[in-house]
C-alpha cells in the first residue's frame, strides 16, 4: 500500500484542528451500534491521503492537554468564550487515538502546552537541526508562523481531504508577507477563535497593509506617526500594549521540553490486522479497500461420516429433524436451491435438490407440522421451498435466530461464527466452500454435500445449548411465542409479495421527467441562458456569477451549491426554490421510480422485499431489495409513488394501520410519569401538552415553534440528545436547546429518574431489557474510554423504549396472522413499515379487518396508557393513508 518512501520525512498533524474540521465538515455519522464516527471518519480519511501521499518515514499527531496553558498567565481570557466540545465529538477523540495506535503512529500531548507547540518545536528541530522535510497538516493559519525552506505546512480548505500547501512562495504569493510575521498579523488583528484581542477595528487587510509598509508590531507602534487616518492612530495608541501582547499569545513556542526521541516517531511499521478489525468495528468499508485483506483460510474440522440419498425413505425423514435448505443468493427469492441435508438420530444425509422436490415423501414430510424441523434461518428455508410450491411446516428451532436473541451484538450470525464462539468445530466457512464474490461457484457434489451436513450437524448439536440459554435468560417465551412465530409469518409474507401498478408506476416517471423539463425551461428562463443544471460548476456560475448572489461556500472547482447553501440562499433569489424542487425530483425519479421498476418481478408483477430479522440490536425490522421503509413521504410527488401499490385482486381494498407515537407511550409506562400518562390518557397532543408543561403556558397559548420544539425533544430525548443536537434540530444556540432539555425534566421528572436509573441498573447488569425480555448487552457501560461509556449510557436509555416498540408491533403481526387463520380470512398482511402494518382485504371482509386490525394492535399488550392505531382503507396504499 504504501511503495517507496522518502528518507527523513516527518510529518505533524495538529489532531485537534483536523477532527474538529472533520466533524463539522461531515454531518453526524454513526455504526450500527449508535457510536457516532463522523469525525473519527474525517480524520481517517485524512490520514489515508497523508500516508499515501507523503509516504513519510516519521509521524506524530499532536493534541492539547488541557484547557490551561502558560499562556493563560499573560492573558486569563485567552481561548475564552468558547463553547464548550460538543459531546457527539468528545466521544470520538477515544476513538481517533485508538486509530492512531493501531497505525503505531506516535501521538504526544504536553501539560502547561499546546499541540501548536510541540508541532512547532518538533518542526524546528527535524527541519534545522535534523536537516529532514517536515509536513504539518492543520486548519489553524497560526501554524504558517513555522514555514521554512524544511517546512511546509498545509492547510485544510473545504472539507476534510481539499488542502492547501504553503511554502515561503505561496505565502507570499497568498499574503505577501513572511513567515515570522504570520504573529505580527495576528498581534494586530487578533483572533476570534482563540480570543486574541489584537486591535479593535484592524481586520486581516488593514493588517498586512501596515506589515507590508513597517514590518513588525513594533515597527508599526513606533511609526504610527506616519500612519494615516485619525482613528487608526488612536486605536493603535490606545491598545498599544493588548497588541504586543496578542503578539505574544500567537507565537508559537518551539521549545518544549520533549520526553521523547525522533526514533520513537518512526512509521511504517503496524500490523494490517489491527486497521482491518477497527475499520470493521466503525463500518468504514470505503476504506477497507485500501488493504488486500486475506481470502478464508481453511481450519480443521473434526473427522464427520454421512451418505448421499438416491431415493428418500422413513429413515431420512424423522419427527425430529435438522435440516438445510441451501441458497447461495442473498435473494433467495426463486433463487436456485444447492441441495438439502438432514440429520436426525438414524444419521446424516445429503439429498439432491431434484430428489428431495420429486419425493412424495420428502414433500409429505416438510408440510407436516407434527414433524419437527430444526433449521438455521426459517423465513429462508419457508421462501426458498415456497417458490418450489413446498409448504415448510413445523419448523421448532431456529439457530440464527436464537443466537440472535441471546447477543444482537455480535456483528454477525452465520452458522460458522455461531458454532466457532460455541467452541465446535463442526463447520467452515462458506466463503472457504464456495469463494465470495464473482469467484463464488459451488463445489463438486461430494464437498457440497459434506458443507451441507456439517451445517445441518451444527444446527442438531447446538440447538439443547441454546434452548437452555434461552431459558436461563427468560427468553423462552419470546423466542418461543413471538420470534419463531414471527419467522414464518414475514416468510409467507415475502412470498405472498405485493403487487405494483407497474403502469402507472411508467407512468409517474414520465410525468416526473415532463415535470422536470418544465422546471428546467423554468430555471434556464429565469437565469437569462441554457445551462447544465445537474453541473454544481455550471450552476455556480449562473448563481454567484452572473446573478450575484452571495456565495457562501467555495470548492476545489468552484462555488458550492450543497442543499444547505441552497436553502440559505432561498430568500435571495425565486430560482433558487426550483433548483432545489428539481434536485428533489430527480432524486425520486432516478433512486425510487427507476429503483421499483427493476424490483418487480415479471412472474408475479409484485414486488416482494426482504425482511432482515436478525440485524438490529433494538429488535427493528429492516427490509431490503427493496428499502420500502426508505419510500419518502414528505414530498407529495414521493407520497404519490404509494399510489402505485395496490390489491392482487379486482375489487379489493388496502388498509394502513400505524401506531401513533408508540414510542413516547411506552417511555411514559416505563418512566411510570404522571404528566405523559395523564396526556394520554386523555388522549391529549402530546407536543402541545410537552409544550404547555415546558413553557408553562396555556393549550391556547402554545406557539407553532413552542410546539415544533416540544416535539424535537420528545423525540430526542430517549436517545440522549445534548444540546448540541437539540440545536442543529432547532437552529437554536445550545445555551437556548440546553434550558429547553433542563425545563423538559423539570416538567417530567421521572423521564429523568428513568433516564439515570436504567443507566444504573444496566451497569450492575450488564444488560438492558425490554418488557418482552428482549436483551442487549452493555459491557461498554464500564469502560474506560469516554465515546463508548457515552454511547452505552445512551443505549441503556433508549434500548428498553425501542425496542419494546419493536415488541409490541411483532406481537401485532403474529396475533393478526393467527386470527386470520382462525377466522380462515382471505385477506392478507402485505407489508410492515416503521410502526405500521398494511393489508389486502376483499370487499365482503373489510369492515370485520378493520374491526380485527384495531382490535389485535391496540391489545398487543397492556399497558399504563392506551395504544392507540390510526386504521383507514382504500383502493391503493397511498389512500389508505
Known amino acids: 500500500m504504501r511503495g517507496a518512501v522518502n528518507l527523513n520525512k516527518l510529518v505533524l498533524i495538529d489532531g485537534n484542528s483536523i477532527a474538529y474540521r472533520a466533524f463539522f465538515a461531515l454531518p453526524l455519522l454513526n455504526n450500527q451500534k449508535g457510536v457516532y464516527t463522523n469525525a473519527v471518519y474525517g480524520f481517517s480519511t485524512m490520514l489515508f491521503k497523508i500516508i499515501e501521499e507523503e509516504k513519510p518515514t516519521h509521524m506524530l499527531v499532536a493534541f492539547d492537554a488541557g484547557k490551561t496553558t502558560f499562556r493563560h498567565k499573560t492573558y486569563?481570557?485567552?481561548?475564552?468564550?468558547?463553547?464548550?466540545?460538543?459531546?457527539?465529538?468528545?466521544?470520538?477523540?477515544?476513538?481517533?487515538?485508538?486509530?492512531?495506535?493501531?497505525?503505531?503512529?506516535?501521538?504526544?500531548?504536553?501539560?502547561?502546552?499546546?499541540?501548536?507547540?510541540?508541532?512547532?518545536?518538533?518542526?524546528?528541530?527535524?527541519?534545522?537541526?535534523?536537516?529532514?522535510?517536515?509536513?504539518?497538516?492543520?486548519?489553524?493559519?497560526?501554524?504558517?508562523?513555522?514555514?521554512?525552506?524544511?517546512?511546509?505546512?498545509?492547510?485544510t480548505k473545504k472539507g476534510i481531504t481539499n488542502v492547501e500547501a504553503?511554502?515561503?512562495?505561496?505565502?507570499?504569493?497568498?499574503?505577501?508577507?513572511?513567515?515570522?510575521?504570520?504573529?505580527?498579523?495576528?498581534?494586530?488583528?487578533?483572533?476570534?477563535?482563540?480570543?486574541?484581542?489584537?486591535?479593535?477595528?484592524?481586520?486581516?487587510?488593514?493588517?498586512?497593509?501596515?506589515?507590508?509598509?513597517?514590518?513588525?508590531?513594533?515597527?508599526?507602534?513606533?511609526?504610527?506617526?506616519?500612519?494615516?487616518?485619525?482613528?487608526?492612530?488612536?486605536?493603535?495608541?490606545?491598545?498599544?500594549e493588548q497588541a504586543l501582547m496578542s503578539k505574544e499569545l500567537a507565537t508559537i513556542f518551539v521549545d518544549v521540553p520533549l520526553e521523547e526521541s525522533f526514533d520513537q516517531y518512526t512509521f511504517g511499521d503496524y500490523e494490517t490486522n489491527k486497521v482491518v478489525g477497527l475499520l470493521k468495528e466503525l463500518e468504514f468499508t470505503s476504506l477497507l479497500s485500501k488493504f488486500d485483506q486475506e481470502s478464508a483460510v481453511e481450519e480443521e474440522v473434526e473427522e464427520i461420516s454421512f451418505s448421499i440419498v438416491d431415493q428418500i425413505t422413513d429413515k431420512h425423514l424423522a419427527n425430529e429433524s435438522s435440516v438445510i435448505v441451501e441458497v447461495l443468493s442473498e435473494n433467495y427469492h426463486q433463487a436456485t436451491i444447492e441441495g438439502i441435508a438432514i440429520v436426525n438420530e438414524n444419521g446424516r444425509f445429503f439429498i439432491k435438490t431434484e430428489t428431495a422436490l420429486e419425493s412424495t415423501a420428502f414433500v409429505e414430510w416438510a408440510n407436516d407440522e407434527t414433524k419437527k424441523k430444526w433449521v438455521f434461518d426459517a423465513k429462508r428455508s419457508v421462501v426458498a421451498l415456497g417458490w418450489k410450491g413446498i409448504m415448510f411446516e413445523g419448523v421448532e428451532f431456529d439457530l440464527q435466530m436464537a443466537s440472535y436473541l441471546l447477543d444482537p451484538s455480535l456483528a454477525t450470525h452465520d452458522i460458522h461464527e455461531v458454532a466457532s464462539r460455541q467452541g465446535k468445530s463442526i463447520v467452515q466457512a462458506d466463503e472457504f466452500i464456495y469463494g465470495k464474490g464473482a469467484k463464488q461457484k459451488v463445489p463438486e457434489i461430494d464437498k457440497l454435500a459434506e458443507h451441507l451436513v456439517r451445517k445441518a450437524e451444527a444446527v442438531y448439536q447446538l440447538k439443547p445449548v441454546f434452548e437452555k440459554e434461552l431459558q436461563e435468560n427468560e427468553q423462552e417465551k419470546l423466542y418461543t411465542e413471538l420470534e419463531m412465530p414471527l419467522s414464518i409469518v414475514l416468510g409467507h409474507m415475502e412470498k405472498n409479495g405485493v403487487k405494483v401498478d407497474k403502469q402507472q408506476l411508467e407512468q409517474m416517471g414520465e410525468d416526473l421527467n415532463n415535470r422536470l423539463q418544465e422546471l428546467e425551461q423554468k430555471i434556464h428562463s429565469l437565469a437569462g441562458e441554457a445551462f447544465n443544471i445537474n453541473s454544481p460548476k455550471q450552476l455556480?456560475?449562473?448563481?454567484?456569477?452572473?446573478?450575484?448572489?452571495?456565495?457562501?461556500?467555495?470548492?476545489?472547482?468552484?462555488?458550492?451549491?450543497?442543499?444547505?447553501?441552497?436553502?440559505?440562499?432561498?430568500?435571495?433569489?425565486?430560482?433558487?426554490?426550483?433548483?432545489?424542487?428539481?434536485?428533489?425530483?430527480?432524486?425520486?425519479?432516478?433512486?425510487?421510480?427507476?429503483?421499483?421498476?427493476?424490483?418487480?418481478?415479471?412472474?408475479?408483477?409484485?414486488?416482494?422485499?426482504?425482511?432482515?430479522?436478525?440485524?438490529?440490536?433494538?429488535?427493528?425490522?429492516?427490509?431490503?431489495?427493496?428499502?420500502?421503509?426508505?419510500?419518502?413521504?414528505?414530498?407529495?410527488?414521493?407520497?404519490?409513488?404509494?399510489?402505485?401499490f395496490i390489491p392482487s385482486e379486482p375489487g379489493w381494498k388496502m388498509i394502513a394501520a400505524d401506531y401513533s407515537q408508540i414510542e413516547l407511550r411506552v417511555l411514559a409506562h416505563i418512566a411510570g410519569d404522571d404528566g405523559l400518562i395523564e396526556a394520554f390518557q386523555h388522549d391529549m397532543d402530546i407536543h402541545t401538552k410537552t409544550a404547555m408543561d415546558v413553557f408553562h403556558?396555556?393549550?391556547?397559548?402554545?406557539?407553532?415553534?413552542?410546539?415544533?420544539?416540544?416535539?424535537?425533544?420528545?423525540?430526542?430525548?430517549?436517545?440522549?440528545?445534548?444540546?448540541?443536537?437539540l440545536s442543529q434540530n432547532l437552529g437554536i444556540t445550545r445555551k437556548e436547546a440546553g434550558q429547553f432539555i433542563e425545563r423538559y425534566f423539570e416538567s417530567y421528572p421521572k423521564v429523568k429518574e428513568y433516564m439515570d436509573s436504567i443507566v444504573e441498573k444496566a451497569r450492575e447488569n450488564g444488560y438492558v431489557s425490554t418488557l418482552l425480555h428482549r436483551r442487549r448487552y452493555l459491557p461498554d457501560l464500564t469502560s474506560r474510554n469516554f465515546n463508548k461509556r457515552s454511547f452505552a449510557e445512551r443505549t441503556a436509555m433508549n434500548t428498553p423504549i425501542q425496542g419494546t416498540a419493536a415488541?409490541?408491533?411483532?406481537?401485532?403481526?403474529?396475533?393478526?396472522?393467527?386470527?386470520?387463520?382462525?377466522?380462515?380470512?382471505?385477506?392478507?398482511?402485505?407489508?410492515?413499515?416503521?410502526?405500521?402494518?398494511?393489508?389486502?382485504?376483499?370487499?365482503?371482509?373489510?369492515?370485520?379487518?378493520?374491526?380485527?386490525i384495531r382490535d389485535v394492535m391496540e391489545n398487543a399488550v397492556e399497558l399504563h396508557v392506551p395504544l392507540k392505531v390510526?386504521?383507514?382503507?382504500?383502493?391503493?396504499?397511498?389512500?389508505a393513508k
Open 76 to 155: 486569563s481570557e485567552y481561548k475564552g468564550g468558547r463553547q464548550k466540545t460538543p459531546p457527539e465529538l468528545s466521544e470520538q477523540f477515544p476513538l481517533v487515538r485508538e486509530l492512531l495506535d493501531a497505525f503505531n503512529i506516535s501521538r504526544y500531548e504536553a501539560e502547561n502546552y499546546e499541540a501548536d507547540d510541540i508541532i512547532g518545536t518538533l518542526a524546528k528541530q527535524a527541519g534545522e537541526k535534523e536537516d529532514w522535510e517536515v509536513k504539518i497538516y492543520s486548519g489553524d493559519k497560526d501554524l504558517l508562523q513555522l514555514i521554512s525552506d524544511k517546512v511546509t505546512v498545509i492547510l
Open 697 to 725: 403556558v396555556s393549550e391556547e397559548e402554545v406557539t407553532s415553534s413552542m410546539r415544533r420544539g416540544a416535539k424535537a425533544v420528545n423525540f430526542g430525548i430517549v436517545y440522549g440528545i445534548s444540546d448540541f443536537g
Open 540 to 644: 455556480g456560475e449562473i448563481l454567484f456569477v452572473k446573478l450575484g448572489l452571495p456565495p457562501l461556500k467555495k470548492t476545489k472547482t468552484g462555488y458550492s451549491t450543497s442543499a444547505d447553501v441552497l436553502e440559505k440562499l432561498a430568500e435571495e433569489h425565486e430560482i433558487v426554490e426550483y433548483i432545489v424542487h428539481y434536485r428533489q425530483l430527480g432524486k425520486l425519479n432516478s433512486t425510487y421510480i427507476e429503483g421499483l421498476l427493476k424490483v418487480i418481478k415479471d412472474e408475479t408483477n409484485k414486488i416482494h422485499t426482504r425482511y432482515n430479522q436478525a440485524l438490529t440490536q433494538t429488535g427493528r425490522l429492516s427490509s431490503t431489495d427493496p428499502n420500502l421503509q426508505n419510500i419518502p413521504i414528505r414530498l407529495e410527488e414521493g407520497r404519490k409513488i404509494r399510489k402505485a
Open 166 to 240: 504553503y511554502d515561503i512562495a505561496h505565502l507570499d504569493e497568498v499574503y505577501g508577507i513572511t513567515p515570522k510575521q504570520i504573529i505580527d498579523m495576528k498581534g494586530l488583528m487578533g483572533d476570534s477563535s482563540d480570543n486574541i484581542p489584537g486591535v479593535p477595528g484592524i481586520g486581516e487587510k488593514t493588517a498586512l497593509k501596515l506589515l507590508k509598509e513597517f514590518g513588525t508590531v513594533e515597527e508599526v507602534l513606533s511609526s504610527i506617526d506616519q500612519i494615516s487616518g485619525k482613528k487608526m492612530k488612536e486605536r493603535l495608541e490606545e491598545n498599544r
Open 807 to 852: 415488541d409490541i408491533i411483532k406481537k401485532a403481526m403474529v396475533h393478526m396472522a393467527d386470527k386470520m387463520d382462525e377466522r380462515q380470512l382471505k385477506s392478507k398482511m402485505l407489508l410492515q413499515v416503521h410502526d405500521e402494518l398494511i393489508f389486502e382485504v376483499p370487499e365482503e371482509e373489510h369492515d370485520e379487518m378493520l374491526e380485527l
Open 870 to 879: 390510526d386504521v383507514s382503507s382504500g383502493d391503493t396504499w397511498y389512500d
